[in-house]
């Protein structure tokens, strides 16, 4: 499965980001969607995951309240909604898909599909 995300850019503190993920067609309802991120020296963390097909979402407890995951299911897209952002979310964010086995979707699932990803810079 091919994910291409977009959006990254540069923002200072309290600014707000929307990253997209785009993946191939009709997968969306099928499928857990996740985004992560890696900052310089730190593992990779889960941010936030979605039941594309009209299930839960689930957050990190440090994005919880400030970023949304949704998703477009006619445009194949999964976006991530990112506001008050924080130095410490600088990172490349990077989108993941896996087959949704079971009723729920979060960021600890073996996710097999990734994408590029996509630089965050806070400041």
């Given at each position: 499965?091919?994910?291409?995300?977009?959006?990254?850019?540069?923002?200072?503190?309290?600014?707000?980001?929307?990253l997209?993920?785009?993946?191939?067609?009709?997968?969306?309802?099928?499928?857990?969607?996740?985004?992560?991120?890696?900052?310089?020296?730190k593992?990779?963390?889960?941010?936030?995951?979605?039941?594309?097909?009209?299930?839960?979402?689930?957050?990190?407890?440090?994005?919880?309240?400030?970023?949304?995951?949704?998703?477009?299911?006619?445009?194949?897209?999964?976006?991530?909604?990112?506001?008050?952002?924080?130095?410490?979310?600088?990172?490349?964010?990077?989108?993941?898909?896996?087959?949704?086995?079971?009723?729920?979707?979060?960021?600890?699932?073996?996710?097999?599909?990734?994408g590029?990803?996509?630089?965050?810079?806070?400041?």
């Amino acid at each position: 499965v091919q994910l291409v995300e977009s959006g990254g850019g540069s923002v200072q503190a309290g600014g707000s980001l929307r990253l997209t993920c785009v993946a191939p067609e009709d997968i969306l309802g099928n499928y857990c969607m996740g985004w992560f991120r890696r900052a310089p020296g730190k593992e990779r963390e889960g941010v936030a995951a979605i039941d594309a097909g009209g299930g839960n979402t689930y957050y990190a407890a440090s994005v919880k309240g400030r970023f949304t995951i949704s998703q477009d299911n006619p445009k194949n897209t999964v976006y991530l909604q990112m506001n008050s952002l924080k130095p410490e979310d600088t990172g490349m964010y990077i989108c993941a898909a896996e087959p949704r086995l079971r009723g729920y979707c979060d960021t600890y699932l073996p996710y097999t599909s990734w994408g590029q990803g996509t630089q965050v810079t806070v400041s």
